[in-house]
């Protein structure tokens, strides 16, 4: 990132007719946002655009999930039709909708709005071993890739992660431990919804595919592993435990980091997605904004790791994009002050800062 | 509210195409929207329009902010000229502003935009005495009624608190350690940013004021005042600590409430405002939704006192309605999934809860 424009940026804010600090969080998005495009103010980050990328998990077989597999594919009809939350909310904030079929077990019919880059029909089952090859996982990386950058020459000015994918909140939690080193109990949600039973086989799944994937878990009270213990092993790690669209969505991320253009994470699947693109390539992290954080515990951990602040915080877990949706205009919001707010100079407002300090 | 469109709000909800409650906080505002409207699915809640009521206060002779007062006026010319921050959130929410003058300690020229409904030249200081005489608190209280109606009247579905004034947050933690029997130092806070001397001034004036006004502070930890204590007690309580900006916006708020348009609540203003508005009528806060919870200690001790949940939460402390309007797409968000989203039958997608239980 800009660090003139982000050390710009926050000296633009301090001049703004509003107290020091007084927009809190929105304060630091608008900096960052600087930093991305190295540019103060940054632009607007509109139009947005929302990928959704979709696959399948063999770890389904496990039963980690209550629901039956074919729920993606039918998911992927309903966002096509324009039924899901995502689109509601894409609808709600502008934004427009991409849905990418990277891995999805069975084959879609072509519909405007789908792009095909299916990689495989599903991952092998990451519990028995690795869920991707590596031509697999870079294959699914290169897709991400691609299509955040047809995206960005379409003219979006801002990126929007989602996902869709029956049971992909498990191998976003195995992401999670081996990239941060924390145990699965601590990593693992309920997801969409499982009861006790199924969350204690989805643990118990997560920890047997981080063993027999050979990928270590230390202690979580231990330092974490260095970000550069090198990118073989991040892809390795990538295609042991990860899915076709935590691939895809890594590559979206990378994508968007060197375009310069701002890429706002939804849950808990972007946020194991971020950390294999930071494991890539340590500066991703500059040009992502974490959209929401969601219910599942493993997404609080990765946040914490990446260093990243949400902006939404309702309990949300339903994954496709919604959190990140719910963000943008908030993001939208942070850089309009940057463009638009008069300076206490320009209006005429007394400074509380350039008069004597005694009340 | 309509508890029966409440009702069906809340099994329309389970019908969606989504896991059951994986929208979060936003479910809850959907259904406190049916119920407002008394409608399943609720009215969008659009177009928006924002209040700004401006107000000076007595209470800033006693230095409890570095701020001049005459920033009130300044700030009320800055909207006008759209140059605050509100102005930028508002045209990023697509909602209207108007400004209210119900107190500034200026005369101020006519302007677009710009509602004169000059109650009083400011407060009188409250730790001296009562900032406002019944008849002023009421004709304030008036105010913000007909302002509100005449939104309402000219199209607005959805009502959104804004205040400016110099010195408001002290007349506010006032307002909540009347209403919820805390002690100051646990309500008051650093406002526009005071410093540790200041702060301890703010406190003890609040509690001379609390004093001299005759406002018993019973302990927090005691069972809180009956709500219904009475409408006399309310509006003498309002008149002896709040501001006419405050006033006004209890009023605003009940005739939301009466008109069954909800009303997004901004800050530490808005919150001891629709303490008020509970006082004098416990039903209205059936209508209110929590746009932001700021930085203010006290904000979130009225926050507590009304049983809402706030939308965001990003340390604003800013007011002028700004976190209420960052919380206005998400409001809009949550009633466009109410009427745009398809169910599990009509997308043709399988709910897990209609299939056996075992995975």
């Known amino acids: 990132a800009d660090t003139e424009a982000m050390d710009l940026a926050r000296a633009h804010q301090d001049r703004l007719t509003k107290p020091r600090g007084a927009l809190g969080a929105l304060e630091d998005v608008a900096v960052r946002l600087a930093g991305v495009a190295g540019a103060c103010p940054p632009p607007l980050p509109a139009p947005a655009a929302l990928a959704i990328f979709a696959g399948d998990h063999g770890v389904h077989a496990q039963g980690v999930t209550p629901w039956p597999q074919e729920v993606t594919t039918q998911m992927v009809a309903n966002f096509l039709a324009g039924g899901a939350v995502a ?34 029909y599903g991952t092998a089952d990451l519990s028995q071993g690795p869920a991707m090859t590596s031509d697999q996982a870079v294959a699914a990386l290169e897709a991400g890739i691609a299509v955040a950058v047809d995206l960005i020459d379409a003219g979006a000015a801002c990126l929007i992660t989602g996902d869709m994918g029956i049971a992909n909140t498990t191998a976003s939690a195995a992401l999670i431990c081996a990239f941060t080193g924390h145990d699965p109990a601590l990593a693992t949600g309920r997801g969409t919804g499982v009861d006790d039973t199924t969350l204690e086989l989805k643990i118990a799944v997560i920890r047997r595919a981080l063993e027999i994937n050979g990928l270590s878990t230390p202690p979580a009270s231990a330092a974490p592993p260095a970000v550069s213990e090198g990118v073989s092993e991040a892809l390795r790690t990538l295609a042991a435990v990860g899915g076709l669209e935590h691939a895809a969505l890594a590559g979206f991320i990378l994508a968007s980091a060197a375009a310069r253009v701002p890429v706002i994470l939804d849950g808990v699947i972007a946020g194991s997605s971020a950390l294999v693109a930071v494991a890539l390539s340590p500066h991703a992290i500059d040009y992502c904004v974490a ?69």
């Open 291 to 359: 959209g929401h954080r969601s219910a599942e515990p493993g997404h609080g951990v990765a946040l914490d790791h990446l260093g990243l602040r949400a902006l939404v915080d309702l309990d949300l877990r339903l994954g496709e994009g919604t959190g990140a949706l719910l963000a943008y205009p908030l993001v939208g919001s942070a850089v309009r002050v940057m463009h638009e707010v008069a300076t206490f100079d320009s209006a005429g407002v007394t400074d509380k800062d350039t008069r004597p300090t005694s009340p």
């Open 87 to 120: 689109n509601a909310f894409a609808a709600q904030a502008g934004a427009s909708v991409t849905v990418v079929d990277v891995g999805v077990a069975a084959d879609l019919p072509e519909a405007p709005g789908l792009v095909s880059r299916k990689v495989a």
